[in-house]
Structures are given as C-alpha cells and as structure tokens.
C-alpha cells in the first residue's frame, strides 16, 4: 500500500522534474520576475504577439472602468459572437464566450441564455478583481471568438481542446493536448478531470493518454480512440511555442494553442509556471528532456529553426 | 540538471555552513544557560529553596545588648537568594569574614524574639571547605593514664578502614562503651564533648581538627541545637567527617552554620538564650531563580540582556511569537517536503494557534461548524451576484456576527464548545469560507474538501508541535534555536527533491518493466 513511497529513485531515473525542482532549478533561474506581468495581462500579451505576428483571437475592446459597461452593445456591434474574459486571469477563470445573440438574449458557448444585466455583472465582477490573480481590479477584454476547428469534434466534449507547449530555452521541449470531458465541465483543465494526450514534440503523434492521472485509450464521452488523434498545423503550432520564447524572453513557458477553422493555430495565453501533469500525459519525465536541451541543443538560433532542429531530431 | 552547477552548490553550502555555525551557537548557548543560569531543559525542572529561620530567644538583663550568631555562608556550595533579620530597634551588622550576624540595642528589657531568616537553593556536594590554614597544633597535655588510652586508641585505628581521621573516629566509637575509654569520656557525654574528645586524639598525632554545626535541610524541621560535625586538616585540606560513621564530606542537603570554636550564639547582656532552628522547603521555577544563578557566577552582564528580564507581560508575549518560527518550519515542511496543498500559507499556522487557546477538539468542532455555517451562508449569497468588495465584507461582517452569537450561547448554555468561536482570527475564518466558496464553484466539492481537509490536517500538526509543554519550553528558554530554524527553512529553500505527495502523483510514470 505503501510502496509508492520509495518511487523517489525510479522517478529521478526517469528524469522526472518535481515541483520543487521546478521552481528553484528552472523557474527561479531562467523566470525573471520583472517578466511575468508581459504573460500576466493578457491585452498586453496579445498585443505583444500581434508585434511579431503571433496569430491570437482579435481583440474587439476593452473595458477598463465601470461606467464603459453599459456601452458593451456598441463595442460588439457588427461581430456575431464574442468572447469576455478578464486581463489578469487564469486558467479558464472569468471567460464567457457568448456565441450569438440579440439586444436582451446572450446564449453562451456552455448552452445557457443570459440577460444583459447577466452580462453587464459579469463585466463588473471581472472589473471588481473577482477573477484575477490577488484579487486586483482587472481589465476586462473582449475579443472575436474562435472558430472552432472540426477536427477535434470527436475527441473532446463540449468545450475546447488546446494544445500545451512547454517551451524550454526556445525549444518546443514537451506537447500535450488537453480534451474537455462531461466530467470536466467542458473545461481543458486536468485536475478537474480532462483528458491529458501526450503528444510526441517531433512527429505530433499521441504517446499517451491520461485521465485523472490514470491512463486511459479512449475519450470517455465520445468514446474515441485517442491513438488515432491527429493534429494538423503541427510545425506551425510549435512555431507560435517558440515565438511565445522570443516575445517573453522567459526561459521556462507553457503557451496554449487553439485550432481556428480559417485563421490556423492561434495563441490563448502564455503561462510562466506551467504545470508538470504534461510528464505524466506524456510517460515521460521532462528533466530528461531539458537536460537534453541544456546539453546538446544549438544556440543562437531563429524560432523557426529551433522548430525544425526538433522536428529533424525525430527524423 | 547541469544549471549552472557552481552557483547551486555554493549557495547550498553558505548556507550549510551557516546552519553548522547556528547550531554551534545554540549549542554553546544551551550549555552556558544551564551551566551558569540554572536553566533546565525540562519544564518541570524545579529548585528547592530552603529557608532557615533562627529564632534567638533571651532575657535581656543589661542596657546594651549584643547578639551575635554564626550563620551559614555561601562558600559552602549552598547560595543564598535572600537573607532577612527581625529584630526591631536593633542595629544591624554583617560580620562576612566570620561568617556572623551582630545585632545591637539599647534600653531592650524582658523577653526578646530575634528572628534570622536565611533562604538558599542549589546545594552542591564536596565544595571546598573553609581554606583557611590552621595553626599548628600542639600535642595535648595529658595524664599517664590517658597518654596509654591514646595509644590504645590509635593502635585500634589501625583495624579500621579510611583514612587516618576515619580510622580513630571509629575505633572511638568502637570503644566508647568500653571501661576504659570511660576513664577519659564520661558515659553520659554530649556530643560536642564527643567532639571535643576526638578533637583532642586527633591532635595527640598533630592533626588540627575543629568542630562544625550543620543543620538538615528538611521539611518542616525543628531543631534546638545544629548537628555537630567534625573538620580535619588532612593531607593539605579540610575534610568535613561525620562522627559517628565517620564518613566524609557533608551529606546532602545539610547547611554549616557554624565552624571552628567559636560559639552558636553569644549574648551579652542577656541570660537564659537559645535559639531555635526551622526550616521550610518550597520550590521556584529555574527560570525564576536564573537571575540568582547569573549573579552568582557572575555573568549577569549576560543575563541583563537576555529577554529574561522583562516584565512578565512582555515576557509571555515573547514566549508567545518564540514558538512561531517552529510552527512556520512545519508549514514549510508540510508543504515543500510533504506536499500538502492548504488554503494560504500561513493559514493552518495561525488555525493551529487558536487551537491552542480554545482547546483541541472543541477548537476543532466549533470552527468546523463556523465554516459550514459560512459556506451555507456564502451560497445563500451567491446568488445575489455581490461585487467582490462587498461580498468578502459581508462574510467578514457574517462571521463577527457568528462569533459573537456563539460566544454569548455558549456562554448562557455554558458550551465550552461553543463560545471558544472568539479565539479564532476573523479575517482568517472570512478567507477560508470565502476562497473555499470560491474553489467550490470553480473546482467542484471534492477538491474544496481536500483543500479544507490538508488545511485542517497541516494545522493539526502545528498545534501537537506548538503545544507540547515540552516544546514551548524548550522554544522559549533556548531561544537561540530560532536561529537554527531560521537556518534550516533557508536551506529547505533549495530542496529540490520530490514531495511525499509527488511521489505518489507521478507514479504513473514509472515503468515497471525498468
């Protein structure tokens, strides 16, 4: 019953990187603080990105003070859906993606019908600090929704799957797709039971799958085989990693990448304290591979040809 | 990892390095505090005090009247915290070379009640005795008859065991029913003549010997009159003998009073004196009587700065925040090396504290109930889809109102349990509530109860940790181990191994077939 507690040696065979290590190894060394407030708010990181054409979702607008609240009608008019979330938030927190809707109805992507006094205190409590990290006033941002990619249809449950690069030093160093389960709540978050597929960071095929830490070959709700899981942009996805590298200059980031039907892979958000559930997605421990990358890895190189120097490695 | 491997390892070693000189410090700071201030590591350490009151009793007869006794004096190992005369109208004078208390009045008539009251603590066994050399010692005149019992005597000694001291002491009372020892010392003999009789053989061989009185420090003790003991100049020293074992040194918990042939007590100007010895014991806390201890090996320089001298106030705050770092190095560990996820960082450290004060379980129950009562309330709440502001005040302001209500019926309803609610810190209690209500919304019931549960269970641990008499003791009295505290979680900041919990959440990741 016990035995998982003598896994220390196995798990530092297997290169595993542990949290601790994480944060004083890596975080703490190739993180700068000073860094953090360019992935902390996302205007900021959008219009980062659109500087080094880095595809993100367009933004409509901001509101920035309470009293713009009341204009939200005017600064959506002409777009047919749009989505809220706050500047400052995190995983999924405070995102409302409206899909269509007229002067009283606002049906959202999770299937409800909100009134516009819904919408309006939702912008208010985004504004108040409901959602962002510390609880500090927040912008809220408004930008176009994505276009939903059919390709993952059968592989995910409502919601929408991303894909998670781990960027290490510039290189696209570990892959993972995260698929909403009914389970989940439509939402991509592991811990809350979604389905983690490891994807190998060369070829883009599925390595591995998991569910609540367990492994798991098929998509619970939809029954899926999740080996047979393709996806399609693979270089461009781990260009847009790679760039997320040069935007920041954070040595350690995970980006998170969504799939546009017409405008091709786009970038959500970047993370500077990615988590380490993409080892287990992906059975294989991430130290190894940043070992590999400290090690024998090129410096001075373009982010285009990081890209490729690891998608020659699986060649 | 090959990252910057240099930079690692040096920080890591400053710091072990200045761990290794923290517990160096603490070290040597427990044992100067034990040594020279008397500090126990125990809380239940206590010193005996004794208090030996001297009643001195006589008629005065003259117009002036001179007192004088011999009192015990701190060279005997036995330190004095405190020494008292009652004697009202009476001059007062230390004499500290003859180790006597000289009381003089004028115009005293009838009956007079002297007090001398002397409290000492700390015996310590075998100190050397009164140094002083003793003059030389001439052979005793004596008789035919007693010249040959000297010899008799002496030639028995050799039968005996010891030294030369111990041998004649007890071939005397070997032989002291004998017919012919009677000849030199009367069958109804005191033993101050006893005493003296030894006194006078040991001087036949030219050993200079003296009388000590001594009482026994014992509960509730009353005597008239002070053991008579026996001093010999030795081999180069003086040795303090019983005289009837003839062992040596003095006996545990006894106190000279008087040595040499001076008297006990001297009246002039007065008849019929006595005085009458009691002694009492009682018992201080170590930590009380270090100022005494500091004093008496004269470190009180130390002991001036130490936080030992505040006032009581000040110093139960400070015994207080001395167990914070403890209780901060157990969250550290709960979390860095164990793993546990809790709701804020220093949360379960001040939960643990309330703890302390409201008792184990009602603490336990009664916040418990505070959360529940909360989370239903938050819910209730919700729905009014309250700015942020506003809604975490209105928890706040909930939950000073809930404190107040089960205070006030435990109180009338005399529920401990109950009105131990006002120990808990408000904003805490509000925090909790509010960011498992939030949790709860965002992550589901299972996770909001995992993350309450680790939060209970980390400051469970603290509250054994912090609770323990030992503990608290220790923390307080060596303080100098916050130090090492300090120390150790600065070095836990560059642990990076795995957490306990890790080990189980990445165990998908071993291949069983390596």
Known sequence: ?315 | MKLNVTNFFTIRKVLSLLLFCAIAYSAYSIYYKVKYWGFSLSPKAVTDVWTVDAKISFMAIDDKVKVSLAVPNDRDGFKILSEEVVAKGYKITQDKINSRVILEGNGKKGRQNLYYRLSIYDDAQNVALNSLLPAKVERPILSEEENVQMRKIWELSELQKGDKVQKAILAINQEVNSPTMSLILPLNHTSKEFAEKVIQILAYKRIPARIARAIKLEEGRKTEKPDIMLEAFYDGHWTLYDLNTAKIGLPKNWVIVQRGGVSLLDVKGGEDSTVVFSVLKSVASPLKMAEHRAKAHDKLWSYNYSMYTLPVFEQNTLKWLMIFPLAILVVVIMRNVIGVSTMGTFTPMLLAMALVRTGFWSGLICFSVMIALGLVMRALVAKLNLLLVPRISFVVIFVILLIQVLTVVGYRLNYTIVSSAIFFPIIITAWIIERASITWEEEGAVNTLKEILFTFITAVVTYFVISNEYVRHVMFAFNELNLVILFVVMLLGTYTGYRVTELMRFAPLIHKEN
């Open chain 1, 1 to 315: 019953m016990f035995e998982w507690l003598f896994n220390g040696k196995k798990l530092r065979e297997n290169g595993v990187l542990g949290m601790n290590d994480r944060n004083y190894s890596v975080i703490a060394k190739y993180n700068k603080r000073s860094l953090y407030t360019l992935v902390d708010d996302k205007v900021k990181t959008k219009r980062l990105a659109n500087s080094i054409n880095i595809n993100t979702p367009k933004m409509i607008g901001i509101i920035e003070f309470q009293y713009q609240v009341k204009n939200l009608l005017d600064i959506v008019k002409g777009y047919d859906s749009f989505v809220i979330k706050p500047a400052h938030g995190s995983g999924g927190k405070g995102v409302l993606v409206i899909k269509k809707y007229d002067a009283e109805h606002f049906y959202s992507a999770s299937g409800d019908v909100l009134s516009f006094k819904d919408v309006y205190q939702h912008v208010s409590n985004i504004l108040s600090g409901l959602f962002s990290l510390g609880g500090k006033y927040d912008v809220a941002l408004i930008e176009e929704a994505v276009n939903f990619s059919d390709v993952f249809k059968n592989f995910s449950y409502h919601g929408v799957p991303d894909v998670r690069v781990i960027v290490y030093k510039g290189f696209p160093a570990m892959v993972m797709m995260r698929l909403a389960t009914k389970e989940s709540g439509g939402r991509a978050n592991l811990h809350q039971g979604a389905v983690g597929v490891g994807l190998d960071v060369s070829t883009g095929l599925p390595l591995n799958a998991v569910m609540h830490n367990k492994p798991i070959f098929e998509h619970p709700d939809t029954k899926a085989n999740l080996m047979d899981l393709r996806v399609p942009f693979w270089r461009e996805h781990l260009i847009i990693g790679s760039l997320a590298y040069d935007m920041t200059g954070l040595g350690y980031l995970g980006a998170d990448i969504v799939l546009d039907e017409n405008r091709g892979p786009m970038m959500l958000e970047v993370n500077a304290r990615p988590g380490l559930a993409i080892q287990i997605a992906n059975g294989k421990g991430l130290k190894t591979r940043l070992q590999e990358i400290d090690e024998t890895y090129p410096l001075g190189l373009s982010a285009e040809e990081r890209v490729d120097f690891v998608l020659n490695r699986g060649k």
